[in-house]
């Protein structure tokens, strides 16, 4: 059974960097026809996809438009890991954020991490 | 970017209710569109994908329909489990969008 689960801070201070990781099991992350992407949720408030990455030899990326600038994500395919760093964080980027496997819809999900922006 | 707008916001219902939530696209994403469940504290569930096609394990009350821009998730008689936030969720062009969100409420 595929499982992700999300690791980093849970607390970053406005200005820095937000950093997260992803670690699969159960499932070879270089296996191809799959993405690996975040999605994060306001409290209280809606899904938003961030973006995702795409690895069958070669490494695809894809962001969503409004957090391109801010967002890179990674892969490291020897510890079946991939990781989001989001940059210059403020308050609005307070949110639980979620890893998932997804082609055209998300099929398995981490159980999410809160990662909260305050000094 | 491609728009999701969800139909009600907040359904309030009671148990043994048939329950319709839609969901627009601002432009056409053929049938790749999908519904999730989501409870409070957890992730969201995958019900069903590409507009009608329902993820194994997933009581057969809960049907989808439509394609192009408009879309429809029904559960046919509501349960107690049923009671949750439903998500829309679109794909096309390498680019993912969900809906606001639908709040489905004890009446």
């Known amino acids: 059974q595929l499982q992700l689960q999300e690791s980093g801070p849970g607390l970053v201070k406005p200005s820095e960097t937000l950093s997260l ?68 964080v403020t308050a609005a980027d307070t949110a639980v954020y979620y890893c998932a496997r997804h082609v055209a819809h998300f099929d398995y999900w981490g159980q999410g991490t809160l990662v909260t922006v305050s000094s | 970017d491609i728009q999701m707008t969800q139909s009600p916001s907040t359904l309030s219902a009671s148990v043994g209710d ?54 429809t998730l029904t559960i046919s008689s509501l349960q107690p489990d049923d009671f949750a936030t439903y998500y829309c969720q679109q794909y096309n062009s390498y680019s993912w969008t969900f809906g606001q969100g639908t709040k489905v409420e004890i009446k």
């Open chain 1, 21 to 88: 990781t992803c670690t699969v099991s159960g499932g070879s992350i270089s296996s191809s026809s799959y993405y690996w992407g975040w999605i994060r949720q306001p409290p209280g408030k809606g899904l938003d996809w961030i973006g995702n990455v795409y690895y069958s030899g070669s490494t695809y990326y894809y962001y969503n438009p409004s957090l391109k600038s801010r967002v890179t994500i990674s892969v490291d395919t020897s510890k079946n890991q991939f990781s989001l760093k989001l940059s210059s």
């Open chain 2, 18 to 71: 048939r329950v319709t939530i839609t969901c627009r696209a601002s432009q056409t994403v053929s049938s790749w569109l999908a519904w999730y469940q989501q409870k409070p504290g957890k992730a969201p569930k995958l019900l069903i994908s590409k507009a009608s096609s329902l993820e194994s394990g997933v009581p057969s009350r809960f049907s989808g329909s439509g394609s192009g821009t408009e879309f």
